[in-house]
């Protein structure tokens, strides 16, 4: 991973933006100003009702007129733990997926840091391969910065496993929860992420895929190999069979941002291909991830 785009103006434009979160208890004082529920009066949204919310924060007006339950969140001023996953199994070393996912967990990394929140990273495979606990300020970046520059996509037999890791290494902390992962997991996602918002973590799915994988523009006889377990598979790729892929690709990533949805999750579609400086000041801004 190249530093060269972690230049003096790029990281100033990062420290004016912040990470859009909610309801992060914290026992430290922090420069950030979080969405935390009932603990200051200047209102900042609305979100949908989850199993557990504290009901003095229900909005029965909006229930008497919608029919359905919100909460409203408020402003305060208190530090977030972070942590940043990132998936560096196989299937990852494909047309610079992993390269996104290390340089999108080095800027909010830093976003984190620069505004005096605590910060934690891993790499994850079949296993926990690399881990950073505990940076707490910008002198910490150089650290965050290393760590993910040494991250390797892994071997065949290295499936990347998100039901495994939330339950060998839940972070025991309330705190976002950064995934930055293809979400090409062969045992699902679903059971990970609802295991983490039951721990009352903020969940940030970032999947990251490349343009071929959502769009191929190849066709003909060919001989495709899965990345992770090796296997090959001989498929003639006709436009039937092409347009029938593209119809399973994009109901899998719709699924998965539906399934965020409806559980109050952020779910952001990066493009492997796409700048830093597009994904960060576009797609991270405009889904509400990070705000101004």
């Known amino acids: 991973m190249s530093h060269g785009w972690l230049t003096p103006a790029f990281l100033a434009r990062l420290e004016r933006l912040r990470l859009q979160v909610r309801e992060m208890p914290s026992h430290r004082g922090g420069a950030r100003r979080s969405k935390q529920l009932g603990s200051s009066v200047e209102f900042a949204e609305y979100r949908p009702y989850l199993p ?15 029919g359905k339950l919100f909460l409203k969140t408020f402003f305060d001023e208190r530090d977030v733990l972070l942590y940043l996953m990132v998936d560096a199994s196989r299937s990852m070393d494909y047309h610079g997926k992993l390269q996104q996912a290390q340089h999108l967990a080095a800027a909010l990394g830093y976003l984190g840091l620069a505004e005096e929140d605590r910060v934690e990273a891993l790499i994850f495979a079949d296993r926990v391969r690399d881990k950073l606990e505990r940076l707490m300020s910008k002198q910490s970046a150089p650290r965050l910065f290393a760590m993910l520059q ?51 973590h903020q969940v940030v799915a970032v999947q990251i895929l490349s343009r071929e994988e959502l769009d191929p523009g190849f066709a003909g006889d060919l001989h495709l190999i899965d990345s992770e377990s090796d296997k090959g598979l001989d498929v003639a790729l006709s436009p039937y069979v092409i347009g029938q892929y593209r119809e399973a690709v994009a109901a899998y990533t719709s699924g998965l941002s539906a399934f965020c949805r409806r559980r109050g999750m952020y779910h ?14 576009g797609r991270l801004l405009r889904t509400g991830v990070i705000g101004r």
């Open 268 to 281: 952001v579609l990066v493009p492997a291909e796409e700048s830093l400086e597009e994904a960060m000041f």
């Open 52 to 66: 557990g919310d504290d009901l003095r924060h229900l909005d029965w007006r909006a229930y008497a007129r919608l």
């Open 150 to 200: 040494q991250a390797k996509a892994l071997g065949v037999g290295t499936e990347g496993s998100l039901d495994w890791l939330t339950r060998a290494g839940m972070p025991t902390e309330p705190g976002v929860v950064v995934i930055l992962s293809d979400f090409l997991f062969a045992d699902g996602y679903e059971e990970a992420l609802k295991r983490l918002q039951a721990a009352r």
